[in-house]
């Protein structure tokens, strides 16, 4: 059936299980991965691909991301915001680090983000090195996240992969079983918001066989 195949397609692209993987990302709500060492990392505009943790080869690593969720507009309106999307590159080994952002809660907020991105990854509390930037995407209403990575990588920004060339194993993909692919929607469906769901669900409805 189509919406299954749809649903195990989105299940494979919210999974990435590395092999040999001793560095552990902690992520905060919100944050929504597009790419991961040049391989994509599941970005879904419903906010279906939030993963808590991400596990990553020992070595240098590239992630890119943004930050999306539901913010106030103006009185009592909501929006659903999306940062500018950031490239991180770092170095780790055997470690946990997590990922911390501003706490934005209105668009006012996120509109000042954007303007000066900033985060840190902390190891033990304490941040560590990372070279960061914008990832261009121009007036494109669906960027193909992972062709503009590549673009980037083969530029000599500061947070290119032609810059600073990776050594890392790359992070390998599997694919789920069915109910493995179930167990995966079922999760991605209750973190989201009731305007996300509401979205899903119009947009499941219409494309059931």
Do not use: C
């Not at 969720?69 to 997590?98: N, Q």
């Not at 991105?117 to 996240?145: E, H, M």
């Amino acid at each position: 059936m189509k919406l299954k195949k749809i649903f195990l397609s989105s299940a494979l692209l919210a999974l990435t299980a590395p092999t040999m993987a001793q560095v552990k990302l902690a992520l905060p709500k919100g944050v929504h991965l597009l790419v991961v060492n040049e391989q994509d990392a599941g970005y879904s505009a419903l906010g279906f691909n939030h993963r808590p943790v991400l596990e990553l080869p020992d070595g240098q690593n590239q992630v890119v991301f943004r930050i999306g969720k539901i913010v106030m507009e103006s009185g009592s309106l909501k929006t659903k915001y999306d940062s500018v999307p950031i490239v991180a590159l770092f170095d780790a080994k055997e470690t946990t680090l997590s990922l911390e952002v501003p706490n934005i809660e209105t668009l006012a907020q996120g509109q000042a983000y954007d303007k000066d991105p900033r985060f840190q990854l902390l190891n033990n509390g304490q941040p560590i090195d990372v070279k960061s930037d914008q990832l261009a995407v121009g007036f494109t209403l669906s960027p193909d996240y992972l062709q503009l990575t590549r673009d980037y990588n083969r530029s000599d920004r500061v947070a290119s992969l032609k810059t600073n060339p990776r050594s890392a194993t790359p992070v390998q993909q599997s694919v789920p079983t069915d109910s493995k692919a179930d167990e995966m929607l079922k999760y991605w469906f209750e973190q989201a918001s009731p305007e996300s769901r509401k979205a899903f669900l119009s947009w499941a409805i219409q494309n059931m066989d």
